[in-house]
């Protein structure tokens, strides 16, 4: 059974940093794609990172290019996303997602079947 568990999260300032944790299970680590996706309240989903073959492969959105950055850990089969510079918009609840065969970059959101309970980070003015 595929799992991700995400951890992490929490309140800080602007400016401030958090490294979220994604911890995986069940399934190959290097036949997956693993991505960084956000959802604040009312709005869309965003994805952030991905990273494929031990981070041979990674990507991020503009929104969080030169502030964030995803890495893995092989024997841990955990994957990470330090946030550095934080802002208040970046307020929203943190998820990891799996797929398996994906590419990164280049494959959507919604391609990606496996997702984490979430964990929320809230980023103070």
């Known amino acids: 059974e595929v799992q991700l568990v995400e951890s992490g999260g929490g309140l800080v300032q602007a400016g401030g940093s958090l490294r979220l944790s994604c911890a995986a299970s069940?399934?190959?680590?290097?036949?997956?794609?693993i991505a960084w996706v956000r959802q604040a309240p009312g709005k869309e989903r965003e994805g952030l990172s991905c990273?494929?073959?031990?981070?041979?492969?990674?990507d991020y959105a503009d929104s969080v290019k030169g502030r964030f950055t995803i890495s893995s850990d092989n024997a841990k089969n955990t994957v990470y996303l330090q946030m550095n510079s934080l802002k208040p918009e970046d307020t929203a609840v943190y998820y990891c997602?799996?797929?398996?065969?994906?590419?990164?970059?280049?494959?959507?959101?919604?391609?990606?079947?496996?997702r984490g309970q979430g964990t929320q980070v809230t980023v103070s003015s």
């Open positions: 997602a799996a797929a398996r065969w994906a590419r990164c970059p280049g494959t959507p959101i919604t391609r990606y079947d496996y």
């Open positions: 990273i494929r073959k031990s981070a041979d492969f990674t």
């Open positions: 069940g399934f190959t680590f290097d036949d997956y794609a």
